[in-house]
């Protein structure tokens, strides 16, 4: 859990989902309850689902719910992970020329690379997700942004870029990228 400080202050709770079970899993939700230091009533719930919408067994993905940050809160508890069983994944993608690190120059931890569909099907919108960790793999970090491809081709090699703008993030020791086509 960190805080985000912007215009406002954006309270986020990121972490991993994992599919422990033997079937693959999809239509994911993941919801939080914030309470305050010494109640049992929640003050106010976090819903939302992860970024990737299925996960096969033993895969996981990361989550990132986030609000903006209540005036008193103190901590936070998952209630039952939401999904259905079915629907294993079907995406096959690579990717390539990863370059990663913190700028000092502008504050932040860049990620860029390149994406190639090796499978196929074509996919009209493809995504790629970054977890991040610090030295202790614990999940620090968690966006998607878009591929961008020159031209009409979904098997060309498309181009990635995602900033993580926050001080917090110079801890940034190993990270992990998925990649999802709809």
């Known amino acids: 859990m960190y805080i985000e400080k912007s215009e406002i202050e954006i309270l986020h709770i990121v972490g991993e989902i994992a599919n422990n079970s033997p079937d693959p899993i999809h239509n994911l939700s993941i919801t939080a309850l914030l309470y305050p230091a010494n109640g049992t009533t929640a003050i106010t719930t976090i819903h939302a689902s992860p970024f990737i919408s299925a996960l096969a067994p033993g895969e996981k993905t990361c ?32 990717t390539r020329q990863v370059t990663a690190g913190w700028d000092e120059d502008n504050d932040w931890y860049m990620l860029r690379g390149q994406v190639q569909n090796t499978g196929e099907t074509p996919f009209a919108d493809v995504r790629v997700i970054a977890t991040l960790y610090d030295s ?22 498309g181009t990635f870029s995602l900033y993580f703008m926050d001080k917090l993030y110079d801890q940034v020791d190993a990270y992990r990228l998925q990649v999802v086509g709809q």
């Not at 940050?69 to 993608?93: C, D, H, Q």
Request: proline letters at 6%; glycine letters at 6%; one cysteine or more.
């Open 63 to 94: 989550f990132n719910l986030y609000l903006e940050k209540p005036r008193t809160y103190a901590r936070y508890e998952f209630a039952k992970l939401s999904y259905e069983v079915g629907a294993e994944p079907t995406s096959t993608f690579e």
């Open 136 to 157: 202790n793999n614990k999940v620090i970090g968690c966006d998607q942004t878009f591929v961008l491809y020159e031209g009409e081709n979904p098997f060309s090699a």
